[in-house]
């Protein structure tokens, strides 16, 4: 199971880095959606 979801993230992230490559601007959205799903998170489990 470890290595299938490990393969999925390496693929998500090349995907992603290729999407990054060719629209650089889409990358301030991907850190805001990252940083807000990461802080939803923090607040989830903090509870």
């Not at 490559?21 to 989830?44: E, H, K, S």
Request: proline share 2%; hydrophobic share 70%.
């Amino acid at each position: 199971m470890l290595h299938v979801s490990g393969l999925l993230m390496g693929i998500l992230t090349l995907i992603f880095g290729i999407i990054v490559m060719i629209f650089p601007r889409i990358l301030n959205y991907l850190i805001g959606i990252y940083l807000i799903i990461v802080g939803i998170w923090a607040i989830i489990q903090s509870i």
